[in-house]
């Protein structure tokens, strides 16, 4: 096991349980996986899991995540930040989102040439900004722009459908296209 990845178990551990504002819930525990294409031709896969912690009209945010690529590339993400949250009323929302980002990446036969930013370990920011929309209180639309400066800029756009099952566990589809990549998966969260 990775020390980032024993870190930000660790991390995730340490944040405090509360009870959530009233609205959307951004007190949970997620886990993502997915399917990866890079514009090189290459397929992997990817998994990231995220604790958020809702304090009223912000939220802390912990992750971290690994991709797999056919090419025998793997690299981890480790983040934190902080989002900002302008609730209109209890269907719709803008979320704003500053991350700290280190990325790791090893790659036993070098860098592929065309690989641009995903092939370079380091550290910068990831900013996004988002819109949740909710149906009803089953279904929500979720839909955003990020842009990461780590090496060379990365601009992309992410949508998704999520099902709440119950007060607790929500199940959902995504979609994110970015310089590089795109990446279609699924998530189930655990909210406090």
Same mark, same amino acid.
């Given at each position: 096991?990775?020390q980032a990845f024993r870190t930000a178990l660790f991390l995730l551990l340490l944040l405090p349980s509360a009870v959530p504002a009233a609205g959307f819930n951004y007190h949970y525990t997620g886990l993502q996986g997915g399917e990866v294409e890079h514009d090189s031709g290459v397929s992997g896969s990817a998994w990231r899991i995220?604790?958020?912690?809702?304090?009223?009209?912000?939220?802390?945010?912990?992750?971290?995540?690994?991709?797999?690529?056919?090419?025998?590339?793997?690299?981890?993400?480790?983040?934190?930040?902080?989002?900002?949250?302008?609730?209109?009323?209890?269907?719709?929302?803008?979320?704003?989102?500053?991350?700290?980002?280190?990325?790791?990446?090893?790659?036993?036969?070098?860098?592929? %040439?065309?690989?641009?930013?995903?092939?370079?370990?380091?550290?910068?920011?990831? $900013?996004? @900004? +988002? *819109?949740? =929309?909710?149906?009803?209180?089953?279904?929500?639309?979720? %839909?955003?722009?990020?842009?990461?400066?780590?090496?060379?800029?990365?601009?992309? $756009?992410? @949508? +998704? *459908?999520? =099902?709440?099952?119950?007060?607790?566990?929500?199940?959902?589809?995504?979609?994110?296209?970015?310089?590089?990549?795109?990446?279609?998966?699924?998530?189930?969260?655990?909210?406090?």
């Open positions: 096991m990775s995220e604790q958020s912690k809702d304090t009223g009209n912000r939220r802390v945010i912990l992750e971290y995540g690994e991709h797999r690529w056919d090419n025998d590339l793997e690299s981890s993400r480790l983040g934190f930040g902080m989002g900002w949250i302008s609730r209109y009323d209890r269907n719709a929302e803008l979320r704003f989102e500053a991350r700290y980002l280190r990325l790791d990446v090893d790659a036993p036969g070098g860098v592929p %040439a065309d690989w641009n930013a995903w092939g370079r370990s380091g550290s910068g920011f990831e $900013y996004s @900004a +988002g *819109l949740r =929309f909710a149906t009803d209180r089953t279904v929500e639309l979720d %839909a955003g722009i990020h842009h990461q400066v780590i090496g060379e800029d990365n601009t992309g $756009y992410h @949508a +998704g *459908l999520l =099902f709440n099952l119950n007060q607790r566990i929500t199940l959902g589809l995504q979609w994110q296209i970015d310089d590089y990549a795109t990446t279609r998966g699924a998530q189930l969260r655990w909210q406090y």
